[in-house]
């Protein structure tokens, strides 16, 4: 699978961990931004499972 598949998944998992952090701080500006970040990443991954016929973590 190539490098840049990965990242997908990386950023993906980096943007979950920001709304984790963000939520335990209480911050709720970085909350928001942190469900944002994650809902985009997740569909990125979602479309490069659908066009490249793959199974992403």
Do not use: I
């Not at 961990?17 to 469900?35: I, K, M, N, T």
């Not at 991954?45 to 490249?52: A, C, F, H, T, W």
């Amino acid at each position: 699978m190539p490098t840049w598949m990965w990242m997908v998944v990386q950023n993906r998992d980096r943007a979950a961990v920001s709304l984790q952090q963000a939520v335990a701080r209480g911050d709720r500006e970085a909350a928001e931004f942190s469900r944002l970040w994650l809902a985009e990443r997740q569909a990125v991954l979602e479309r490069v499972e659908r066009l490249y016929g793959v199974d992403l973590p």
